[in-house]
């Protein structure tokens, strides 16, 4: 099945600085979504991005469908993008398989 | 954007009982929800689908007569954690595409379940 892995697993930011978080997928896609999940837990969607580049306030994402990655990039970071943040790709059947997740932690 | 929610957030429970977390689309209907089990710093896992007007369809290695799944309405979803045992305790996270089958999915906020 579709392998999917993000880097880095772990990122530790100083308030303000910038990220770039990367997505990389082991088969075409028609779909690609970022998602952040906060430190209760809740899973907020941030892009649905099957290719193209989409901003949305201080981040924006990437997708390169013909190389099989895409990334998300936060700009000036705050505490409250703390949390983990995944990207999720369907497999053949539809289902959308995540990856192991970036964990980011912003430091005041 | 579409809203999800789950019931309850939080459950403690004891070894050996069974737990019911409902799943609730509500302002789109959805044919279509899915379950995920989620282990701390782990990812998400897909348990199964719930089709309303059928049965359920589960990955490879979720067992079915535990985890019970009934599609009751096109916004209500439910899991049943039976005879639930410490190793069953984890975050259980629903899901359900857009309206209209869409490939965007929208989550619920969680259940932690904590069996004793």
């Known amino acids: 099945g579709i392998q999917v892995e993000q880097s880095p697993p772990d990122l530790i930011l100083q308030e303000g600085a910038n990220s770039t978080l990367r997505c990389n997928f082991s088969?075409?896609?028609?779909?690609l979504q970022w998602f952040h999940q906060n430190p209760w837990g809740q899973l907020i969607n941030l892009f649905y991005i099957p290719s193209g580049t989409k901003q949305n306030g201080r981040l924006s994402a990437t997708t390169v469908a013909t190389e099989r990655y895409s990334l998300l990039y936060i700009s000036s970071s705050q505490t409250t993008d703390s949390g983990v943040y995944f990207c999720?790709?369907?497999?053949?059947?539809?289902?959308?398989?995540f990856g192991q997740g970036t964990e980011l932690s912003v430091k005041p | 954007g579409a809203v999800v929610s789950q019931h309850p957030s939080r459950v403690i429970c004891k070894s050996g009982t069974s737990v019911k977390i409902e799943c609730r689309s509500l302002d789109f209907q959805a044919t279509t929800m899915f379950w995920y089990r989620q282990f701390p710093k782990q990812s998400l896992m897909l348990m199964a689908t719930?089709?309303?007007?059928?049965?359920?369809?589960?990955e490879q290695g979720v067992e079915k007569d535990k985890f019970l799944i009934n599609h009751a309405s096109l916004t209500l979803s439910t899991l049943t954690v039976t005879s639930a045992h410490p190793e069953d305790s984890s975050f259980y996270i629903c899901?359900?595409?857009?309206?209209?089958?869409?490939?965007?999915?929208?989550f619920g906020p969680g259940t932690r379940l904590l069996v004793l």
């Open positions: 899901s359900a595409p857009s309206a209209g089958g869409g490939e965007t999915q929208y």
């Open positions: 719930s089709n309303e007007g059928s049965k359920a369809t589960y």
């Open positions: 088969d075409s896609v028609n779909n």
């Open positions: 999720a790709v369907p497999n053949q059947g539809g289902k959308l398989i």
